[in-house]
């Protein structure tokens, strides 16, 4: 096949909308319209959490339109003092435009908010076939359209007069291309519209659905008491072991962090019950994130103090946080000045200060109150002591099967001190000296490290009887616990498993990327049951970090860290609209693991809570054979530079 020609020509500027619309799945949820009509209710719940709103009206026709209406200030109409068009037509067809930015400045509409990137209701109009804006401001209501996926902007006109009321009405109607259902599902439409009710005490969230009939049924939500009712509701007939405990904790000026940084929580201890549920400005973080991990580690800190305090933990056993937090139930909002979330659809929150904020906020009132309720705390502490048993007593069953053996584990692994298999970690580390730092980060009751020497045997066509011949090959099975197995065998082989993780941690670079695949095709190929039950994974440590210099008292140096030069240009962009110089930036980039900081390599590759791995699965085992075959066998050379002609473009190298 002729292969066209790669010229100046080849390039092609996406402008406007058109990002959206020609990758939607970079922007929202494709699965249905439900993501793209949140966006335009997060905007309605911005305005309440702002305190300017009181009533959030949703309603549902039957020609899979939907309308979300507020009482809140109304979208500016008048023209942007730079762009000299209708901020309204701004904020519906012009990407990373909004009134979220500038929070640190003063000059954002919004203290705190969902919105970060000025792209939600933009996304709204890229993949709506048509969008009704109308805004009831300074005693005016004024009427705007946009059509066709936001190619068509109608007129804004004035269509009378509002009197007093203010707000928002926006109508949309998706556009059934784009989705894999048109409709919007109502089940998760209602639990996020009662998630909002929650989290703003007081305000009316209302839910009209068109019948058949041309009528709508209602629904209703109102918390005045916020997260405690609504535990206390989700936990109605179950036997509460302890009383609710809810609070709140904000900055104020005299803080280290930005005034009204914070979160509010509410948690418990039930009888077969599970409840977790957590938010950050109003979002529902369902993929939970570093908020979540705060509040975990304040509750185990406050525990742990409170058993010490009261020297209540038995000889020989010593806590970890599952024990603690393992059976809690809690509904977790929290407020961060400027959030930094996993993805557009905003589903884990990454951002590494929201640790150290909720669990500062969170466990000195904590570890009060279990004082002054010194039989609730002591009920908090059986349970968490009886879980420790438990697992401590599994742990020895464990160790019966797995002594049993005779092989000496290799003298090069930094073993962990836990017995827990579900809990311990072994990291495959790239060279010694990066081995170096990893020991000098890890957590040594659950993380081992297992440094290797060069680059593991290309083990795709070795005969399993021959592997041990490669002594890296050998030292990872020994290590493990587990020998080399074919896909068909039982799961009696992991039977003597000795981690329940193995991360593969390797320099963000070429040769970084070909020890990955080495390793990789070292499991799919000998120890596939280990990629089947998801043991396997892969550290992200970073090719970047970006120094920001402190801004006044209130606001401390940060560091930030990025994967790729794709991250690195989002967190300047960022930096740079938060007002910041580019010669203030200082930008610094790392050779290998091993010239990381031991409190860096922890930061962004161990610690769970901060830390980027993803698990490796198999979805399609056939394709991914054929695959491995072509790119790891030895007698594919012919085929390898074929595929390299046809899709070597696709491979993002760093030469």
């Not at 979208?75 to 209708?86: F, L």
């Not at 409840?275 to 570093?290: C, D, H, R």
Request: net charge negative; glycine share 10%.
């Amino acid at each position: 096949m002729a292969q066209k020609n790669y010229d100046e020509s080849s390039f092609r500027v996406l402008k406007g909308l058109e990002p959206v619309r020609e990758r939607p799945g970079m922007y929202t949820r494709t699965d249905s319209p439900c993501h793209m009509v949140q966006e335009v209710i997060d905007n309605a719940a911005d305005e309440a959490l702002a305190g300017f709103a009181k009533n959030i009206h949703v309603a549902v026709f039957r020609d899979g339109s939907v309308s979300v209406t507020d009482d809140g200030r109304g979208i500016p109409v008048g023209p942007h003092p730079v762009e000299k068009i209708p901020v309204v037509v701004l904020a519906y067809t012009v990407l990373h435009a909004g009134g979220k930015f500038d929070k640190k400045s003063g000059n954002s509409a919004y203290a705190f908010s969902g919105g970060l990137h000025g792209v939600g209701v933009a996304v709204t109009t890229a993949l709506s076939t048509r969008v009704e804006v109308e805004v009831r401001r300074e005693g005016k209501i004024h009427q705007i359209h946009f059509a066709d996926g936001g190619r068509e902007i109608g007129e804004l006109i004035e269509a009378g007069s509002a009197g007093k009321a203010t707000g928002t009405r926006v109508r949309v109607w998706p556009d059934g291309r784009y989705f894999d259902s048109p409709k919007v599902p109502m089940a998760e439409l209602e639990r996020l519209l009662r998630s909002k009710a929650v989290l703003l005490p007081g305000v009316k969230v209302m839910l009209d659905v068109q019948q058949a009939d041309g009528s709508f049924a209602r629904q209703e939500w109102r918390y005045q008491d916020g997260l405690s009712g609504y535990l206390r509701e989700a936990a109605e007939g179950v036997q509460a072991l302890v009383p609710i405990y809810t609070a709140e904790a904000y900055a104020d000026e005299e803080s280290d962090y930005a005034p009204g940084e914070g979160a509010a929580w509410a948690f418990g201890w039930f009888d077969g019950l599970q409840v977790s549920e957590s938010y950050v400005n109003l979002i529902p973080t369902v993929a939970g994130g570093t908020h979540e991990s705060g509040l975990r580690g304040g509750v185990f800190e406050a525990v742990k103090n409170f058993i010490e305090h009261h020297s209540l933990l038995p000889k020989g056993v010593k806590l970890q946080q599952e024990d603690v937090c393992g059976r809690m139930s809690f509904v977790l909002s929290a407020r961060i000045l400027d959030p930094q979330f996993q993805g557009q659809v905003k589903e884990k929150l990454n951002s590494r200060e929201a640790v150290k904020l909720v669990s500062s906020m969170l466990l000195h009132p904590f570890e009060a109150w279990l004082n002054q309720n010194v039989e609730f705390g002591k009920a908090i502490a059986d349970i968490a002591i009886k879980q420790a048993q438990s697992r401590l007593k599994d742990a020895q069953k464990v160790e019966k099967r797995k002594s049993s053996g005779v092989a000496v584990l290799p003298g090069k692994l930094s073993d962990c001190e836990s017995e827990n298999i579900a809990d311990n970690e072994l990291y495959l580390v790239e060279g010694d000296s990066a081995g170096g730092s990893a020991k000098l980060a890890r957590d040594r009751e659950t993380q081992a490290i297992l440094p290797l020497r060069g680059k593991v045997q290309n083990s795709w066509e070795i005969d399993a009887n021959r592997l041990f011949a490669n002594a890296e090959i050998h030292d990872i099975s020994v290590a493990l616990g587990v020998d080399p197995h074919a896909p068909e065998a039982m799961d009696a082989v992991l039977a003597n498993l000795r981690y329940g993780k193995i991360i593969i941690m390797a320099d963000a670079d070429v040769d970084g990327s070909h020890i990955q695949t080495l390793l990789l095709t070292l499991f799919l190929r000998h120890f596939p049951k280990l990629v089947d039950s998801g043991h396997v994974w892969v550290a992200l440590p970073p090719l970047f970090r970006v120094d920001v210099p402190a801004q006044g008292k209130k606001r401390p140096a940060r560091r930030f860290y990025a994967l790729d030069d794709g991250e690195l240009i989002a967190i300047r962009d960022r930096l740079l609209k938060e007002g910041y110089r580019e010669e203030q930036l200082e930008v610094g980039r790392f050779k290998g693991l091993g010239e990381m900081l031991p409190a860096q390599l922890k930061e962004t590759a161990m610690d769970p809570a901060t830390r980027r791995v993803l698990p490796v699965t198999l979805d399609a085992v056939e394709e991914a054979t054929r695959l491995f075959d072509l790119l790891m066998g030895k007698g594919e050379a012919s085929g390898r530079r074929a595929w390299m002609e046809a899709k070597g473009n696709l491979v993002e190298a760093d030469l």
